[in-house]
């Protein structure tokens, strides 16, 4: 099992670095294949979305649809897959950051019965989830 990183992911998707591009597509390409098993996190997760807005300074929608795809590859595994999507829709749709986006989603998955926020916001999205 490999765990795959932050940059990993950049270099993938911003093909900047040709050397390390072609890595990670010949990894990603083998695990495609089952023949090597990745693992990365939500922490990654937000990672990538935090170097793609602050770093590289991409937009909403272009932040979206990168970390979309970043979903779709399930030969990665990602235990909060699920979390994530659900949080990355409702990013889309509303004026929330991601993380805020995420914490109602976690804390639905954890079958809370209050979310404690001064966020009136999202205080009232969650009270609708």
């Known amino acids: 099992m490999i765990f795959?990183?932050?940059?990993?992911f950049i270099r993938f998707l911003l093909n900047d670095?040709?050397?390390?591009?072609?890595?990670?597509?010949?990894?990603?390409t083998r695990a495609s294949e089952k023949k090597?098993?990745?693992i990365t996190?939500?922490?990654?997760?937000?990672?990538?979305?935090?170097?793609?807005?602050?770093y590289y300074g991409k937009e909403k929608s272009e932040i979206v649809a990168v970390l979309q795809k970043i979903l779709r590859l399930t030969f990665i595994e990602?235990?909060?897959?699920?979390?994530?999507?659900s949080s990355l829709i409702l990013f889309k749709e509303v004026n929330l950051d991601l993380e805020d986006c995420?914490?109602?989603f976690f804390a639905k998955s954890q079958?809370?019965?209050?979310f404690g926020t001064f966020d009136k916001k999202l205080g009232k999205i969650f009270a609708e989830k």
């Open 4 to 8: 795959v990183d932050t940059n990993y």
């Open 17 to 28: 670095i040709s050397e390390q591009h072609n890595l990670v597509k010949k990894l990603f």
């Open 36 to 38: 090597v098993s990745l």
């Open 41 to 54: 996190s939500t922490i990654v997760f937000f990672e990538i979305y935090w170097v793609l807005s602050s």
């Open 78 to 85: 990602l235990p909060e897959r699920e979390i994530l999507l």
């Open 102 to 104: 995420y914490n109602l």
């Open 111 to 114: 079958k809370v019965d209050t």
